[in-house]
Each structure stands twice: as C-alpha cells, then as structure tokens.
C-alpha cells in the first residue's frame, strides 16, 4: 500500500482500529490536516435516557483528528482532548466529523473537530497532538 497517496494513512489506520470499525466510521475524506468522517448512531450506542452517549461523538472526533494529524506521514497521537456537547443525538441520526483548524508545528499539532446532524452543530471538540519522529511505514 503505498501510503504517500491522499487518505493511504487514514485508510490503513481505520484497517487496525478495531473500536472506529465497530462505531461504523466511514472515511469520506482525509489528507494533511484534514478529515471528514461519517457515521450513525446506533441502538447499542444510546445510554439510559436513549440519547447517544457522550462517548460516542468524542469518539468519532478523536478519530477524524487522529486520521487528519497522521496524514503528515508521522505517527501522531492526542495528548489533550475536550469536548463540548451542544445537541442531544438519538439512534439513526447520521453524524459528520469535519476538522475545521489545524496549526502544525514540529512537535505539535492544535486541530478543532465541528461535529454535524444534517447541518446543525452538534458538537465541538478541541485536541493536541504530539507528533513523534517516527515515520508510517509504506
């Protein structure tokens, strides 16, 4: 797999990633600095008020910023993450992950993740990340 190629590191990272498979992510985009992730919400994802988890969508967002940081060709990952819930989510709502601001510096990356239902803001999440010396092996 040649991993030079636009999206070739997000691809083969969602490949290993046993917990962003089971969530359903589906890649529609990534390259530099960049990702856009789609999934839904799903019965077993809801919790005791039958609303998704919090965890679900910070979960989604961890992956779109892991997926857009990695894409620089060295491994990348969060050192510090928040999260700000704006609308609740129920079972079937399709949500869109969408990294909106990236600062790369040598050592660390600053990225925002807007979190979408249709085009409503349903969340807003804020991460760090280290970005070792080590390279994604092609």
């Not at 797999?1 to 985009?29: H, Y």
């Not at 989604?60 to 620089?72: H, K, P, Q, T, V």
Request: charged share 30%; glycine share 6%.
């Amino acid at each position: 797999m040649d991993l030079r190629k636009e999206g070739k590191i997000a691809e083969k990272m969602l490949s290993e990633d046993p917990f962003s498979q089971w969530l359903g992510i589906e890649i529609i985009s990534a390259k530099k600095g960049y990702s856009k992730l789609r999934m839904t919400i799903r019965k077993e994802m809801l919790n005791s008020m039958q609303l998704a988890h919090g965890g679900i969508t910070y979960a989604l967002a961890d992956s779109a910023i892991a997926f857009a940081m990695n894409e620089y060709g060295r491994l990348a990952v969060s050192i510090e993450t928040s999260i700000n819930h704006i609308e609740a989510l129920k079972e079937g709502d399709e949500i869109i992950a969408e990294t909106s601001l990236d600062v790369t510096k040598h050592k660390l990356s600053f990225a925002l993740v807007n979190i979408y239902k249709d085009d409503v803001l349903v969340a807003l999440f804020k991460g760090t990340v280290y970005r070792t010396s080590k390279e994604w092996k092609l």
